[in-house]
């Protein structure tokens, strides 16, 4: 087997573990139920925004953290966080401890961006394509599998509402040692770049094997910007040529079509999944379980 699919497999075992949370679906009703007895307007307007500034806010220092760290450690606080976000779930009372709680909820979404750049950074470019399905499908079949176990459990009264959270609780903490397993990433596309040698005149260097669209196959990115001399490590580190090299990225990702439709999709679909688990699900328990009707006819 290649190195590729081992590392595929790998990573995506995680993504199914991280996503097999059968305690999602009902969340509404465990929170405004007996053990918990939030109101619907708590839930809604108070506990449930918080991780979605949470979340906000974190995703902007994210993205570069998680370069800076090299992915593992930020994939091993997204699971982490989970953990956290259930213990709190099944043992803390309260409407301060559920906007905590929220708080590692928000983090754990927001270090996702760990878990879908990680496997970039230790495959071949010309593998991308193949790799992204497979993390893509590793969580579609973990929340799928998991909203069916819920399913049969509560309707074969297998178990309750308030023990699927235990069961969530088992697959994150099956997240987070895997996630102690991954392989490190020696390098990152910005902080810790690997440098080529550089030729005579003075460019950065170019290896003798890249790939059609100028990504080297051994992970180096060549830069678009000519230097009059190769840089050095610590340079190659500073703020400033990160920045050059976030802003190059930027460019070249959005003057690209097939890239911003992707994105355009990936937002929508994300933000209805996000707004459907949090929010509509709490107008469905109305509807679920209407009043009693008092008949007319008292015969």
Not at 76 to 84: D, F, K, N, P, Y
Not at 105 to 128: C, H, L, N, R
Not at 267 to 277: K, P, S
Request: proline share 7%.
């Amino acid at each position: 087997m290649e190195s590729w699919v081992k590392l595929s497999i790998w990573i995506g075992i995680f993504g199914f573990f991280k996503e097999f949370r059968p305690e999602d679906p009902y969340i509404i009703q465990y929170l405004t139920g007996p053990k918990m007895n939030f109101t619907d307007e708590q839930v809604n307007q108070i506990i449930f925004p918080v991780s979605t500034y949470t979340s906000m806010i974190e995703l902007v220092f994210v993205f570069l953290i998680t370069d800076w760290l090299r992915y593992k450690p930020v994939v091993v606080v997204c699971a982490l966080s989970g953990v956290i976000v259930q213990i709190m779930l099944i043992w803390c009372r309260g409407v301060t401890a559920m906007q905590v709680m929220e708080v590692f909820y928000g983090t754990m979404s927001s270090t996702e961006v760990a878990y879908y750049t990680y496997i970039y950074a230790k495959v071949d470019p010309q593998y991308f394509q193949q790799v992204t399905s497979y993390m893509r499908a590793s969580v579609l079949t973990g929340r799928f599998l998991s909203s069916v176990v819920s399913q049969i459990f509560l309707f074969w009264k297998i178990m309750t509402i308030d023990e699927l959270n235990d069961l969530t609780l088992v697959g994150m903490i099956c997240a987070f040692f895997w996630a102690l397993g991954l392989p490190s990433v020696p390098r990152s596309l910005y902080f810790h770049r690997e440098v080529l040698p550089a030729p005579n005149n003075g460019s950065i260097g170019v290896p003798s094997e890249s790939t059609s669209n100028g990504v080297h196959r051994n992970g180096a990115i060549p830069s678009t910007t000519p230097k009059t001399e190769p840089p050095s490590r610590s340079c190659c580190s500073s703020s400033s040529y990160v920045l050059g090299f976030l802003w190059d990225d930027f460019k070249f990702a959005f003057t690209n079509m097939y890239v911003i439709k992707w994105s355009v999709w990936v937002a929508v679909g994300t933000c209805g999944y996000t707004q459907f688990m949090g929010y509509i699900i709490l107008f469905s328990v109305p509807i679920e379980s209407p009043p009693p009707i008092q008949p007319r006819n008292s015969h």
